[in-house]
């Protein structure tokens, strides 16, 4: 059997979400004989000491800009492969017959609230119609996802394959005591809180857990505030009128290395993810594999990976929300201990290992 050339395109590795696969794919790369592997990708954002490399690999210097027309060409080089990887919808127009294409979710296309630009609508209507037609296969990271095209494209025929993240263990493991409080101390973070994680998104839906909050905090001034990561340490303006009034149970923290994402979602009380759409959700299981305890919408996939280790509210239903944050704020210990050991056994069954596994099964099938 002749070698497979695998282009995979890595432009997006400094990314959050599809960079957290790009960068888990490949140090979890195991040579294989049948694959020979190339990656298209940005010298520049390769530079990080932080980032592993399969062994076997060649990199192609590969600059077009992320939804640009220079990207629909793809590289020169791409005639060359027999198949590419492209980790996102932005595939090369020029080469799509060779793509097995991942489809992380389809919020732009789906939230059409939060994405009601004339043109950006022309373009996904393109571009996806296109690559649910004529690429080789798609690859999505929950069955949510896979569902969602099959409703919204129902003219799809290509193959799509299931394919989950998987979560880094070896840095999600839970950390002594002595390093939380180190923690707190250097964050200036209340012994007890409640921790949201992603606010710069409309569709995640912080403006509603923040109302919802208000409202909790007025009835229940002892209720422990909130700390607020991913935003990089400011608050977006559509948010500004609330913090102004709540600054006194409104924390916001800076860019967290990666060393320290375990801590910071261990030392919450709990985990609240109101989003109203995801395709995966990073968050919800790295908490989950720190034994913290998730308060989750019910909306699209959360439920799905999450499954029995978490408490769900609608993310629409102020009183919802307020019945499930008395019922977690109220759980015993023996509740607590359960829903962690749940949370923990289902945050395992998302390992890298198998993505890759998986995806490499995939490229030789085809």
Same mark, same amino acid.
């Given at each position: 059997?002749?070698?497979?050339?695998?282009?995979?395109?890595? &432009?997006?590795? &400094?990314?959050?979400?599809?960079?957290?696969? +790009?960068?888990?794919?490949?140090?979890?790369?195991?040579?294989?004989?049948?694959?020979?592997?190339?990656?298209?990708?940005?010298?520049?954002?390769?530079?990080?000491?932080?980032?592993?490399?399969? #062994?076997?690999?060649?990199?192609?210097?590969?600059?077009?800009?992320?939804?640009?027309?220079?990207?629909?060409?793809?590289?020169?080089?791409?005639?060359?492969?027999?198949?590419?990887?492209?980790?996102?919808?932005?595939?090369?127009?020029?080469?799509?017959?060779?793509?097995?294409?991942?489809?992380?979710?389809?919020?732009?296309? $789906?939230?059409?609230?939060?994405? #009601?630009?004339?043109?950006?609508?022309?373009?996904? &209507?393109?571009?996806?119609?296109?690559?649910? =037609?004529?690429?080789?296969? +798609?690859?999505?990271? #929950?069955?949510?996802?896979?569902?969602?095209?099959?409703?919204?494209?129902?003219?799809?025929?290509?193959?799509?394959?299931?394919?989950?993240?998987?979560?880094?263990?070896?840095?999600?493991?839970?950390?002594?005591?002595?390093?939380?409080?180190?923690? &707190?101390?250097?964050?200036?973070?209340?012994?007890?809180?409640?921790?949201?994680?992603?606010?710069?998104?409309?569709?995640?839906?912080?403006?509603?857990?923040?109302?919802?909050?208000?409202?909790?905090?007025?009835?229940?001034?002892?209720?422990?505030?909130?700390?607020?990561?991913?935003?990089?340490?400011?608050?977006?303006?559509?948010?500004?009128?609330?913090?102004?009034?709540?600054?006194?149970?409104?924390?916001?923290?800076?860019? +967290?290395?990666?060393?320290?994402?375990?801590?910071?979602?261990?030392?919450?009380? /709990?985990?609240?993810?109101?989003? /109203?759409?995801?395709?995966?959700?990073?968050?919800?299981?790295?908490?989950?594999?720190?034994?913290?305890? $998730?308060?989750?919408?019910?909306?699209?996939?959360?439920?799905? $990976?999450?499954?029995?280790?978490? +408490?769900?509210?609608?993310?629409?239903?102020?009183?919802?929300?307020?019945?499930?944050?008395?019922?977690?704020?109220?759980?015993?210990?023996? =509740?607590?201990?359960?829903?962690?050991?749940?949370?923990?056994? =289902?945050?395992?069954?998302?390992?890298?290992?198998?993505?890759?596994? =998986?995806?490499?099964?995939?490229?030789?099938?085809?």
């Amino acid at each position: 059997m002749m070698k497979i050339k695998l282009g995979m395109d890595i &432009r997006m590795i &400094r990314h959050s979400g599809i960079g957290v696969r +790009i960068q888990n794919i490949l140090k979890h790369w195991q040579d294989h004989p049948d694959i020979e592997l190339y990656l298209f990708g940005n010298p520049d954002h390769l530079k990080d000491n932080g980032l592993v490399f399969p #062994s076997h690999r060649e990199f192609i210097p590969y600059h077009a800009g992320i939804y640009s027309l220079s990207e629909m060409k793809g590289h020169p080089r791409m005639k060359e492969m027999d198949v590419l990887d492209i980790p996102h919808f932005n595939a090369p127009l020029l080469y799509l017959k060779k793509c097995i294409v991942t489809v992380h979710d389809l919020i732009p296309w $789906v939230m059409r609230e939060f994405h #009601s630009s004339l043109a950006k609508r022309i373009y996904l &209507r393109l571009v996806l119609g296109l690559l649910f =037609q004529r690429a080789k296969s +798609i690859i999505t990271v #929950s069955e949510f996802t896979k569902q969602d095209i099959l409703n919204e494209f129902p003219n799809t025929t290509l193959p799509i394959k299931v394919i989950y993240n998987g979560i880094d263990h070896e840095l999600y493991q839970p950390q002594p005591e002595k390093r939380i409080l180190e923690f &707190r101390t250097k964050y200036n973070l209340p012994k007890e809180y409640l921790l949201t994680v992603g606010i710069g998104k409309g569709h995640k839906n912080q403006e509603f857990l923040l109302g919802a909050l208000s409202h909790f905090w007025k009835a229940n001034p002892n209720t422990p505030p909130l700390v607020l990561a991913g935003s990089g340490g400011k608050i977006p303006d559509y948010l500004q009128d609330i913090y102004s009034k709540w600054k006194e149970k409104i924390h916001i923290l800076p860019r +967290i290395p990666d060393e320290e994402m375990p801590l910071m979602y261990q030392s919450a009380l /709990l985990l609240v993810y109101p989003s /109203l759409y995801e395709g995966f959700g990073f968050p919800v299981l790295e908490a989950s594999a720190m034994g913290t305890l $998730v308060l989750s919408s019910n909306a699209s996939v959360l439920p799905e $990976v999450l499954g029995e280790g978490a +408490i769900f509210f609608d993310p629409r239903s102020m009183d919802d929300f307020h019945e499930k944050l008395v019922l977690a704020l109220n759980f015993s210990k023996a =509740q607590n201990n359960d829903f962690r050991k749940k949370a923990m056994q =289902q945050s395992n069954k998302f390992q890298w290992n198998e993505t890759v596994s =998986q995806l490499q099964k995939t490229i030789l099938r085809i």
